[in-house]
């Protein structure tokens, strides 16, 4: 390869892991455009830097939501994911609670019915886009009932997660890009003040009233604090589980005998999410900025530069993962970094597989194939994140009289 990658390109965004190969056979640390960054290849290498902020700085990632050109505020940036310790830790501190087991299996009692009805209209439907009427109405239901959201809003939601994930920093063709960012943008911060506003006139049992009442060191948050948290719990709850249920089904295409499979034993299914995970993470890498000048498995890499760690290439690693281009339902291995390592291990993994696993457990229990009625994917294009913008599907049923697995029926 005598000519630096670029990752935004087209050729990158549609088969990413055959490039990321070979990046990993030149080495653990290695430079790609746009700019010049320095890609981390490798397990070790990217464990080292996810849990050393002090070296790495979270601000690297920041870069990408809070370009110069911008010209305007963009809330996304200044939360927590952009932070490191001390602040962050504080503020994680402040939402942990919506993440715990009890609020979880709450959630799951009335997720299961939102995910039947959506599995019995694709049914109905037979032609539908797997995006839209299953992989995005399922977490932002969930979402919809964390902050109290407008259910009817679900696509607004979806576009405003779009628009923000394809930042990248890299600044737009033409005014029509940067004019769709600040629209988005300025979208966003009406529709949450009108939200803020609500709940001080009426507080619900919700994560924007708790917000309004926390106190940190004994001081209400800002307004700006406030959209910060709601930008990022918009994005981060959406984005992470549609891309993950998306190349789920993605995996079904490819191995149409791990449905049937999981159909017979569900049991398997938190396997088959932990697997896809690795073998198509949602989230494909993260941005680290140098804090010194650092050297990194030999690579003198100079105060100021910007890392990005490869999960998707980490998680293919032949030293921890033989035949890892391969999607091995009983593989074993390390800790998986798909949802990150350190201090921002992300905090709603657990939600996230939990909306996977119940997703997955009314689909493969009603449903007996799944085809891909595409012979081309758009991708999202994006440094950050990976998943299909549309995934046009034909929905089989199951022979008639085949009983469901007794637990699910």
């Known amino acids: 390869m005598d000519t630096r990658l670029d990752l935004l390109s087209r050729e990158y965004l549609e088969s990413p892991h055959a490039h990321l190969a070979e990046l990993r056979r030149r080495g653990p640390v290695v430079q790609v455009d746009p700019g010049g960054m320095w890609l981390v290849t490798r397990y070790d290498e990217a464990q080292q830097v996810l849990k050393s902020a002090s070296l790495f700085s979270s601000q690297g990632l920041r870069l990408t939501a809070q370009p110069p050109w911008l010209q305007r505020v963009n809330p996304f940036a200044d939360s927590l994911l952009f932070l490191d310790p001390p602040q962050h830790g504080r503020l994680r501190a402040l939402i942990s609670r919506a993440f715990t087991p009890a609020t ?13 009805r959506h599995v019995a209209d694709m049914m109905d439907k037979k032609h539908v886009d797997f995006v839209d009427a299953f992989a995005m109405p399922i977490p932002a239901t969930v979402m919809g009932w964390l902050l109290g959201l407008d259910a009817s809003l679900q696509q607004h939601f979806m576009r405003w997660t779009h628009v923000l994930v394809t930042m990248n920093g890299v600044q737009p063709e033409g005014a029509v890009g940067m004019e769709r960012q600040h629209r988005t943008l300025d979208e966003m911060e009406r529709y949450f003040q009108g939200v803020l506003d609500e ?3 009426a507080p619900r049992d919700d994560m924007v009233s708790d917000l309004l009442r926390a106190r940190m060191d004994g ?3 800002t307004h700006h604090e406030l959209m910060s948290f709601l930008f990022l719990l918009l994005v981060a709850g959406l ?3 549609v ?3 998306s190349q789920c089904a993605r995996v079904f295409f490819q191995h149409p005998e791990l449905l049937l499979r999981l159909r017979k034993d569900p049991t398997l299914i938190p396997r088959f999410v932990e697997e896809t995970l690795r073998y198509e993470p949602s989230v494909m890498s993260t941005l680290r900025l140098c804090t010194q000048d650092v050297t990194l498995a030999g690579v003198e890499l100079p105060q100021g530069g910007l890392v990005l760690v490869s999960l998707a290439s980490a998680a293919r690693d032949e030293k921890y993962f033989p035949d890892g281009d391969r999607f091995i339902l009983e593989r074993e291995g390390p800790p998986r970094l798909s949802f990150g390592h350190g201090a921002h291990y992300c905090l709603g993994a657990m939600l996230s597989r939990m ?3 119940v997703a997955l457990e009314e689909l493969v229990s009603r449903v007996e194939r799944l085809e891909l009625r595409t012979e081309h994917i758009d991708w999202t294009t994006s440094l950050i994140v990976r998943g299909p913008v549309t995934l046009p ?3 089989f049923a199951p022979a008639t009289g085949q009983p469901l697995p007794a637990r699910l029926a």
């Open 104 to 116: 979880l299996a709450q959630l799951e009692a009335r997720l299961r019915g939102v995910a039947r």
């Open 199 to 201: 709940r001080r006139s």
């Open 219 to 221: 001081v209400a948050l």
């Open 239 to 241: 984005e992470t589980t």
């Open 243 to 245: 891309n993950l249920l």
């Open 355 to 357: 909306e996977a696993r």
């Open 393 to 395: 599907v034909e929905v």
